[in-house]
Nanobody, 127 residues
Framework: QLQLVESGGGLVQPGGSLRLSCVAS????????VGWFRQAPGKEREGISC????????EYADSVKGRFTISRDTNNNAVYLQMNNLKSDDTAVYYC????????????????????WGPGTQVTVSS
């Protein structure tokens, strides 16, 4: 398993942008596919994006498609989530997670596909 740490969360106004970072440490930190999930208060955890290794394939949930972009930087063992045009519905704790495999799951909601999780970072979208 890898150790993951997210950063970049915060308070932003509707329409604003944030970039979340997920830095991995451990053996072969750039090997697996990495996903981003989020969980809002009182709601189920939602898978929102995934990037394969190498970064030739990306997936997005309909709720974020066209607004969020996932990327990875193997030099820094990092995966980023650029979030633009943020809405109040995007308010949640955001988690990154690493799989045991290089490919993203066929179902983005398959949280059990991922075996390493970060502690999360809070994103609040509010005026």
């Amino acid at each position: 398993q890898l150790q993951l740490v997210e950063s970049g969360g915060g308070l932003v106004q509707p329409g604003g942008s944030l970039r979340l970072s997920c830095v991995a440490s451990g053996i072969n930190p750039n090997y697996p596919a990495v996903g981003w999930f989020r969980q809002a208060p009182g709601k189920e955890r939602e898978g929102i994006s995934c990037i394969s290794s190498p970064a030739v394939h990306t997936e997005y949930a309909d709720s974020v498609k066209g607004r969020f972009t996932i990327s990875r930087d193997t030099n820094n063992n990092a995966v980023y989530l650029q979030m633009n045009n943020l809405k109040s519905d995007d308010t949640a704790v955001y988690y990154c997670a690493a799989s045991k495999w290089r490919l993203c799951p066929t179902d983005l909601q398959s949280s059990t596909y991922f075996n390493s999780w970060g502690p999360g970072t809070q994103v609040t979208v509010s005026s």
